[in-house]
């Protein structure tokens, strides 16, 4: 009787599954390496996506990204530096700050999203003839998905 090795998966299911979570590893590696070329980092790049939908109190981004208060004003530091984010004090509250993106940052939004988006289409180069239309639906679906958790954990907060 053969001996499975740790971790093999037992159906074909779980086969399913566990190669999904390996290529979220590895696209998340590929969107990285994509992004060192505009000069960003992934959250870098998420605070942009974020701030693309309109002005936000940094304390709201800290909640939206998942990361503490000095994260965010490390990052906020590092983006204003590069001129892409301003803050901006909140007219009816001297206690919050404001985070807007600027023209630039928009700019570098948009290099950004051109430069991941050829960064994956090298990868569905390797596809057989079709596949790349479903693939970017599934990633569509992905991103619907992430949106609708984002805006319930957001609601519950």
Not at 71 to 84: M, N, P, R, Y
Request: proline content about 5%.
């Amino acid at each position: 009787m053969a001996t499975e090795r740790p971790g093999a998966e037992t159906t074909p299911e779980q086969h399913t599954r566990a190669n999904g979570a390996r290529a979220a590893v590895r696209l998340a590696r590929i969107v990285e390496l994509a992004l060192v070329e505009v000069g960003l980092s992934p959250a870098q790049y998420r605070m942009l996506i974020f701030l693309a939908d309109g002005v936000a109190p940094a304390s709201a981004l800290a909640t939206k990204l998942r990361v503490s208060r000095p994260s965010i004003t490390a990052l906020v530091d590092g983006l204003a530096e590069k001129g892409l984010v301003v803050r901006q004090d909140d007219p009816t509250d001297r206690r919050k700050v404001d985070l807007v993106l600027t023209p630039e940052g928009g700019e570098a939004l948009s290099r950004a999203d051109a430069q991941v988006a050829a960064s994956l289409d090298d990868l569905f180069d390797e596809l057989d003839e079709g596949d790349d239309a479903p693939a970017w639906a599934g990633l569509g679906l992905i991103l619907e998905s992430l949106n609708r958790k984002r805006r319930a954990a957001l609601e519950g907060t």
